[in-house]
């Protein structure tokens, strides 16, 4: 047997620990976890943005009752416009200042959306309303809306709190602190108590 083949053995069973200890360390989880993350948050836009784009329907469809109420429907308009100039983007779910802005700007569209609900469902001065094919469908398609973000948030904070831990957690902390300078990423807030559990709109909208 030749004198080098215990040297290359050495050799290569070092790489491997050193692999081994190395994916130890975060070197695979810590990447993994934050990508993951990012994936979720995409999803929370993307359902956000979905809500955003029902808008327009609603003031077409609301038109003759926002006559009376132009003031509701207009609020509803102006938070709709700030929410949408507000984007996170991935590199940015680990500042506290810019996810509580975008926050507050879908929980003002989500205040607004709301209350024109309410009026809408309160008011008897447009039964006609109710029966329109088109407000009914906008209805179903804004209730089955607020469900789908409910759901995109609660995946994107359990993506979040797994990330947080594993970023933290001996020895997956080792690599992330060492070698990705990894920070914690922020949860989205639920507005309001309960919020993360998906509401029914069946006579708010």
Do not use: H
Not at 35 to 51: H, L, M
Not at 62 to 84: D, M, P, S, W, Y
Request: charged share 20%; aromatic share 6%.
């Amino acid at each position: 047997m030749s004198a080098a083949f215990p040297t290359r053995f050495a050799q290569s069973a070092l790489v491997a620990a050193t692999a081994i200890s190395l994916a130890g360390c975060g070197i695979n989880s810590v990447p993994t976890a934050e990508e993951q993350a990012k994936a979720k948050w995409a999803d929370v836009q993307a359902a956000f943005q979905e809500r955003a784009n029902l808008i327009p329907n609603l003031a077409a469809v609301a038109k003759g009752a926002a006559e009376q109420e132009k003031g509701i429907l207009t609020g509803v308009i102006e938070a709709r416009a700030k929410a949408t100039s507000i984007q996170i983007k991935a590199d940015d779910l680990s500042d506290p200042a810019k996810m509580k802005a975008f926050q507050e700007a879908q929980n003002q569209l989500s205040g607004s959306l709301m209350g024109f609900g309410r009026l809408l469902a309160n008011a008897e001065a447009y039964p006609e309303l109710k029966s329109i094919t088109n407000y009914q469908m906008l209805q179903s398609q804004l209730e089955g809306q607020e469900n789908r973000i409910r759901v995109a948030i609660r995946d994107y904070n359990e993506a979040v709190r797994q990330y947080n831990t594993t970023i933290r957690t001996f020895p997956d902390a080792i690599g992330a602190k060492v070698i990705y300078g990894a920070k914690p990423m922020v949860p989205y807030e639920a507005a309001t108590p309960g919020a993360e559990v998906a509401p029914s709109l069946e006579g708010k909208l």
